[in-house]
């Protein structure tokens, strides 16, 4: 007796590469705790580590850059980032009484104030120093338009607070925060932003138009170095359009994509960003994307944001979070499916990186520069090195550019580099003579074109 069976013919290769994914992950970039290479970078810069919105009556427990801490505001208006677990004898402060001045331990009542001060030691003796001998680990921290920032390296290196223009562009600029946890590395989340021909697919041709059509044609994606950071073009030709997106990525962790649902065939000039973003550490394992979701008069063109969708894990652009049922986001996998799927730590020796991964490639080369630089005592520069406000490019840009009949990617990516040094020139002004002098150079790239 025979059994008919066919063996398929291939070159399978699962047996030689069966430990590929089993390589050690990049620590120096992956690994955030305290002490670590790539925490000791992180802590040099102000973070958003929660939205004022979650604190309660309650102290909150949060968990920031392998930390455990305990955020509060006390009832005369201060806020706190203490280490969790109480100095005394170690219970946790989430569990604590808000005070006019600072926080309670349940156990035993020592007040600590924001800066961690210990106030008050009650049941100790009036001569006991102890309040005076402890430290207790406490960070300084700034809220602004609904996020909580915090700054959690040496304190003889704190950076000025880097004041963006995006964080301020008038009253028809509604800023909405909103709070996303990833069960991921952070840098998994945060290089999606520099990766824009992940919008192509995941997007677009994947699952249907998770944004608007036009994000199916494959972009050309030119960078650009600033004297701090970076900012990249991610341009299509639709019709007889360039649609530019311009992207801020400052290094570590911010990035601001272009509009969240552009009319790429309407004429625009220099249109502000969609979002503000942060990838910020929970531990190794886990980060929160956090953010303002910018709702500007007049920029969505199709009715789609909806403010009311932003808050905690919940934000109005598909795919972000776990929401959806599994079969769901089988189905139609969104940027959450991708960076999750990456793996816990993502392992970069298992990558195979190419042409469009080029943004990938220099954010990691930057990070990885910066971290040693750091162990060599050199400073880190900071965003603000640039003046104040920082002045930042993110947003959306429509130019009428006649197609070429000759190598028409070439003129979308000239047209990408006149426009960036546009912008770059308008670095030379502030606010309103800054926008005027952006547009009207625009303006007049778009009618002297050569037809
Ligand atoms: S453990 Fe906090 S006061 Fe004793
Ligand atoms: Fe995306």
Known sequence: MSINVEVPSGNFKGYNLNTRMQQPPDEELTQIGPGTPCGEYLRRYWHPIAMTEQLTEFPLRIRRFGEDLVLFRDKSGQ?????????HRNTSLEFGIIEEKGVRCCYHGWLYDVDGTIIDTPGEPETSKIKDNVAHGAYPTIEYRGLIFAYFGPPEEMPTFPFLDHMDLGPEDEMVPFLIPNPCNWLQT???SFDPHHTVHLHTRVSGAQFTDEFAVHPEFEIFERPYGYFYTNARRIEDKVWMRFHDHLPPNFSQNGSMFPDAKKNAYFLKAGLTRWVVPVDDENNITIAWRHFIDGYDPFGFGDK?????????FYGQTDEL???ERQRKPGDYEAWVGQG????HKAE????????VAMARRHHREQIRALQNGERMPQPTDLGLPVPLYGGDSVLTIPKSNDDDRKTVREVC???????MEGDKYQGEDREEFIIKSLKKLEETWPN
Do not use: Q
Request: proline share 0%; charged share 20%; hydrophobic share 25%.
């Open 79 to 87: 806020y706190g980032c203490l280490h969790l677990h109480c100095s």
């Open 190 to 192: 945060f290089e999606n």
């Open 308 to 316: 009311s969708k932003c808050g905690y894990n919940s934000v109005d």
């Open 325 to 327: 049922e599994y079969e």
């Open 344 to 347: 816990t730590v993502n392992v």
């Open 352 to 359: 195979n990186l190419g042409e469009t991964d080029k943004g």
């Open 417 to 423: 580099h006149r426009v960036a040094a546009i912008y």
